[in-house]
């Protein structure tokens, strides 16, 4: 199975600030990745597909890069509903999920 | 609208099995692969594994090959997740999640389950 690796694993931010989250594969994936946030006792939401394409319905604040091995979350400028845990998804011939990013108020 | 609703919660023993449901509605059931995907107590997501019902072609995570199947049943548009030799870290929410276009292999999910609950203990 291809190894995700994100980091940080948690990140302290406040309104307004942009934040970046990174996420590794352990070998090329082209651009076969997504990411989704998931909140407390939900299901995660699909954010960004195919490493830089924005889901339906998702704020333009979120934006994906990247291509291979190394990509990249960024959130131009946070909202109080952003604050949650951050995942990466490889979606390269079998998948496997980041460890997680929870992304927390300072 | 489209959605996926699962079975409800289960509790089962060491060594048990346990066979979770997936139902699907509001779109074509063999057009879209169902991923398996599941959550320990305060950990991460994992992906366990993947169907495609328009083939029954299957993909499985290394860490649960041969201790987990995947099917379908396109008479009734449910999947179904079958986990075997249950141990106490198999403890978790199980999510089914369908692919957000049709290939024949897994890809990102736009739907979701709410999710069903497995407790192993003895």
């Known amino acids: 199975d291809i190894q995700m690796t994100q980091s940080p694993s948690t990140l302290s931010a406040s309104v307004g600030d942009r934040v970046t989250i990174t996420c590794r594969a352990s070998?090329?994936?082209?651009?076969?990745l997504a990411w989704y946030q998931q909140k407390p006792g939900k299901a995660p939401k699909l954010l960004i597909y195919k490493a830089s394409t924005l889901e339906s319905g998702v704020p333009s604040r979120f934006s994906g890069s990247g291509w291979g091995t190394e990509f990249t979350l960024t959130i131009s400028s946070l909202q109080p509903d952003d604050f949650a845990t951050y995942y990466c998804?490889?979606?390269?011939?079998?998948?496997?999920f980041g460890q997680g990013t929870k992304l927390e108020i300072k | 609208q489209v959605q996926l609703v699962q079975s409800g919660a289960e509790v089962k023993k060491p060594g048990a099995s346990v066979k979770v449901s997936c139902k699907a509605s509001g779109y074509t059931f063999t057009s879209y692969g169902i991923s398996w995907v599941r959550q320990a107590p305060g950990q991460g997501l994992e992906w366990m594994g993947w169907?495609?019902?328009?083939?029954?072609?299957?993909y499985y995570s290394e860490k649960f090959q041969g201790r987990v199947t995947v099917t379908t049943d396109t008479s009734t548009s449910t999947a179904y997740m079958e986990l075997r030799s249950l141990r106490s870290d198999d403890t978790a929410v199980y999510y089914c999640?369908?692919?957000?276009?049709?290939?024949?292999?897994?890809?990102?999910?736009?739907?979701w389950g709410q999710g069903t609950m497995v407790t192993v203990s003895s």
């Open positions: 999640a369908r692919d957000r276009t049709s290939t024949s292999a897994p890809d990102a999910c736009d739907i």
């Open positions: 998804q490889q979606c390269s011939g079998n998948s496997s």
């Open positions: 169907i495609t019902a328009y083939n029954g072609i299957s």
């Open positions: 070998q090329t994936i082209s651009f076969w």
